[in-house]
């Protein structure tokens, strides 16, 4: 028999554990008799709704004015079906209530009714709890959503994201257009087969896991499309692995651009000469074609540019410290004895920053004719990322240093988009390029029509040249100290007597040793180019 002192010390027990599971989770406890007036609040609930026990208002009674007006309706269709006797045991329900300090503030409320033996409610209780702070951020989220949504659906690209089995899960409006559907929505779930000829599809999704099985992307590839109908298409193909937050691989995502008008342009331009002569262009073109895809594909290999006497060489480091990064670098060789060198840096990470280095490096390819040319190399791959950004409503840039390296001519030509400027080494000792903020142009997306001033420097006051990312310059010691260009330039001086790969390693080393935590909180992005002398001409 339990004795009533124990059962009253029981009650007391259970009362009190409710009471700290309830401060715990931050709710409040409401009671209401169905049909009377008053309502009871415990202490949180008047806090939330900053009034009084006497000032408190039951928010159940019509006409509800404490509502936001566009939860009001929704709030009272919820409760009239609690109501109901053939309603729901259950009353919950998320809206807005003006407090007593005037302010609009989220409710969670939740009730249970209790019921009469003919179904009548008559009593609802239950607890509410303040969401406002989580409301807030699913609005901010929501906001970054569609801000990114806008991005993807107004480039003039065709933007895609597929799962491991490379089904689609997001596309942009110009891809569903482009496989003749009305909506993005009626292409997710569906496979390149569904469009395409089994010799396009299969080799897209070969290659489609290649990407995913190395992590190396395929960038730059030009592919020949077959639709089931006969329709013949080209397209300039770039596809990276998807990777969330923890590193795993959930599938690929591409961007490609019609290039059909360019390619059957140049097959009529040919079919104009004679038949050997057709014959010996196109297999140059399959040729010359193969080699740009194979290099394209060896993501650590270099080209070739020799002149007279000096031959370049290169190296580089690629640290990114998430899946999908926003720096990148890219040797163009321009010709037999000059070259291209450009390092970018796109804002922030994740999926937005990665879609616009993939942007870059297609605006890379349409800006060739003028890589020989700093400026205008700049300043075209400025207009075509402000104009996809404007027409996209989004605010977003990249810094940019790029060089042409003419051993010919003896020259080094440099511009600048707000990025730090290469250190170069050499017979007179250590110097910065661009180093001042004349010598610089905006960031690329920023500001359309921007001019971007071009510098240059003799090749003979110059041994090797380095190209980096601010991941480097950023990091800070214990102090909180950066570890700036001043460092990194006398990091180079000491490595005159190391190699080119040495050099990078102790560039990397150093910053590391210096970096509170040993740690990059950046991506860091290193490009190394030497001069060296050519090898004397073996003679018999």
């Known amino acids: 028999m339990i004795e009533p002192e124990e059962t009253t010390r029981c009650d007391a027990e259970h009362a009190d554990r409710l009471g700290l599971a309830l401060k715990a989770s931050n709710e409040g406890i409401w009671d209401w008799w169905v049909g009377k007036d008053d309502i009871y609040y415990s202490r949180r609930i008047l806090e939330f709704l900053e009034c009084g026990p006497t000032a408190a208002p039951n928010i159940f009674l019509s006409p509800h004015a404490m509502f936001h ?7 009272g269709h919820a409760l009239r079906n609690a109501l109901d006797p053939a309603g729901p045991e259950l009353f919950a329900i998320d809206c807005r209530l003006k407090t007593g300090g005037d302010q609009w503030r989220w409710l969670r409320i939740r009730g249970t009714v209790v019921r009469s033996r003919d179904g009548q409610a008559e009593r609802i209780a239950g607890s509410m709890i303040d969401i406002s702070l989580r409301k807030l951020a699913e609005a901010q989220i929501e906001e970054e959503r569609h801000i990114l949504r806008n991005l993807i659906d107004r480039v003039p690209l065709q933007i895609y994201f597929k799962d491991l089995e490379s089904r689609f899960v997001l596309v942009n409006r110009q891809m569903a257009e482009w496989n003749g559907q009305p909506s993005p929505a009626s292409v997710v779930g569906k496979h390149d087969r569904d469009f395409f000829a089994s010799a396009h599809w299969k080799e897209a999704a070969e290659d489609e896991r290649q990407v995913m099985a190395s992590g190396n992307p395929i960038t730059g590839k030009l592919e020949r499309e077959v639709r089931e109908q006969g329709k013949e298409t080209w397209v300039l193909t770039s596809k990276f692995p998807w990777i969330d937050r923890a590193g795993k691989v959930k599938g690929t995502f591409g961007v490609s651009s019609d290039v059909t008008e360019l390619v059957e342009a140049q097959q009529q ?4 000469a004679g038949e050997l002569q057709v014959r010996n262009q196109a297999y140059e073109e399959e040729l010359q074609l193969a080699r740009e895809i ?14 007279d006497s000096r031959t370049l060489r290169f190296g580089s480091r690629y640290l990114p410290i998430s899946g999908m990064a926003g720096d990148f670098f890219e040797v163009m060789k321009i010709s037999d004895s000059t070259a291209g060198v450009l390092i970018c ?19 890379l390819e349409k800006q060739r004719r003028s890589a020989a040319d700093p400026s205008a190399f700049l300043r075209g791959l400025n207009n075509g990322l402000n104009s996809i950004l404007d027409r996209a409503g989004a605010t977003m840039f990249a810094t940019a240093f790029y060089a042409v390296i003419d051993l010919a001519a003896g020259t080094l030509r440099y511009a600048c988009a707000g990025h730090p400027g290469a250190v170069a080494t050499g017979p007179a000792g250590v110097l910065q390029l661009a180093a001042t903020r004349r010598e610089k142009g905006p960031g690329l997306g920023l500001i359309a029509r921007a001019e971007y001033p071009a510098g240059e420097v003799k090749l003979t006051d110059i041994n090797r040249l380095l190209l980096f990312t601010d991941g480097i310059l950023e990091a800070e010691n214990e102090d909180g100290e950066p570890f700036l260009e001043k460092r990194l ?15 990078l390693d102790i560039v990397l080393t150093r910053v590391l040793r210096y970096s509170e935590g040993h740690h990059f909180d950046d991506d860091v992005c290193l490009l190394g180019i030497e001069l060296a002398a050519l090898p004397a001409p073996v003679t018999s």
């Open 69 to 75: 007006p566009e939860d009001r309706e929704r709030f």
């Open 489 to 503: 330039m006398e990091t180079a001086a000491d490595c005159r007597g190391e190699t080119l790969e040495e050099m």
């Open 294 to 307: 194979q290099q394209t594909l060896a993501s650590s290999s270099f080209p070739e540019v020799n002149g």
């Open 345 to 363: 840096d796109v804002m922030g990470h994740g999926v937005r920053s990665a879609l616009v280095v993939a942007m870059l490096r297609g605006l």
């Open 269 to 272: 331009a040919t079919a104009l």
